[in-house]
């Protein structure tokens, strides 16, 4: 079993021959999208030879979907085993899976699920040495199409990311799975995807920034944050009124593709910035963990980035499209007080711990991140105050 870490910086990154920095750009090997392509999962495995393989999902996903694609592997000769998912991706539940699986002669590993189930299945495939198929069941995060995993503790706490070699061999996502879930899901996906573009651009901008790679991020990376940040502006009320009514349309196809393939790709080959250090920072605090998504976490993170680099227009109209789509634009719809200095400190103080927040183009000081966040806070309830809070509600009822 290969347990070892690697870090694609070593292998990429500025050597000290050159001054000028190389430019990188990874990607899955195959992106699948569209309504009913579960029942076809055996006919794209077909194409990678493999006789063997292992299904990692929640009982859930073992219920519902992978009764969909076992049909499909068993026309194409493929047998499978299951290995049920237990809702964290800590290191220990990592280790168990890959040492139980290790066991089964397996070429391949097959993941169904969301962010955490697909970030837990990479580091299983990487420790087995074999490649990663993904299937996101929501539209909830960026996570499926990158050779990265956020790794968390056992009570659900960010802890670290580990990188791997190569990024999934396919990612297949079915829009009519993406609609039979909860509207949130959808809404949380938006919020990671939105700050793409804006994590991208800062990245561009200062030629001292790398994207996760460590790398010069291309200009490919940056288109494709650009047209998702379009897409989500143009589209996602009509995307979200497809969730409601439970069927597919071209706008939530859009959406699908803007929240998971072109977020992925640019976020891992374009860069990150501040929105992606404050959703660290969020993390940590316990009551924020434990009820809210990571695109939440990262739409709020966008709005404390504008704000941090006092890009006025572009912040209001970042707050508007959060408010009316649902996501969190103050610290109170993340069940905080900003006059709580211990959590408001806690939050600033994990936040700075954030390693790409060096590609702003100055030093964040921990004074200037809480202002930031304030700023974002202050406008956000302003903008509540004239668009009301309608969107946000409705997708947090219960909690
Ligand atoms: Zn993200």
Not at 326 to 349: E, F, K, T
């Amino acid at each position: 079993m290969d347990s070892q870490l690697y870090f694609p910086e070593a292998v990429f990154g500025q050597d000290n021959q050159h001054s000028t920095q190389s430019r990188v750009f990874t990607s899955p090997g195959k992106y699948i999208q569209g309504p009913g392509v579960l029942g076809k999962v055996g006919r794209y495995l077909s194409i990678l030879k493999v006789s063997q393989v292992g299904i990692l999902a929640s009982n859930r996903g073992h219920r519902d979907q992978v009764p969909v694609m076992t049909g499909g592997l068993m026309a194409h000769d493929i047998t499978w085993f299951n290995a049920t998912f237990g809702g964290e991706c800590s290191i220990e539940e990592i280790n168990a899976h890959a040492l139980a699986l290790s066991e089964q002669n397996i070429q391949l590993l097959m993941v169904l699920g969301g962010g955490k189930c697909v970030d837990a299945g990479k580091c299983i495939a990487h420790r087995l040495g074999i490649p990663v198929v993904i299937i996101p069941t929501l539209a909830s995060n960026d996570a499926p199409c990158s050779a990265l995993s956020v790794i968390y503790s056992p009570v659900g706490v960010a802890v670290g990311v580990e990188f791997f070699p190569s990024n999934p061999v396919m990612v297949i996502v079915d829009t009519e799975v993406v609609v039979s879930a909860s509207e949130r899901y959808l809404v949380a996906g938006m919020g990671d995807a939105m700050a793409t573009w804006y994590e991208a651009k800062v990245c561009s901008a200062n030629p001292d920034a790398t994207n996760t790679l460590g790398t010069r991020p291309t200009l490919a990376a940056c288109a494709m944050g650009e047209i998702c940040a379009h897409t989500l502006y143009a589209d996602s009320l009509d995307a979200i009124a497809s969730v409601r009514a439970g069927e597919t349309a071209e706008p939530l196809e859009r959406v699908v593709e803007a929240n998971t393939l072109l977020s992925g790709l640019g976020f891992e080959s374009g860069g990150l910035a501040a929105a992606h250090g404050v959703a660290q920072g969020l993390t940590q605090l316990p009551v924020v963990e434990e009820n809210y998504l990571h695109g939440e976490m990262v739409g709020l993170g966008l709005l404390a980035q504008l704000a941090l680099l006092n890009d006025d227009a572009e912040a209001r109209k970042a707050t508007e499209y959060c408010a009316r789509v649902g996501l969190p634009v103050q610290l109170q719809q993340l069940s905080l007080d900003r006059n709580d200095p211990a959590s408001i400190n806690l939050l600033v103080d994990a936040t700075m711990t954030f390693g790409p927040l060096a590609n702003l183009p100055f030093t964040v000081t921990g004074t200037l991140m809480r202002e930031a966040i304030l700023k974002a806070d202050a406008l956000g309830t302003r903008i509540l105050e004239n668009l009301g809070d309608t969107a946000y509600r409705s997708l947090h009822r219960s909690s």
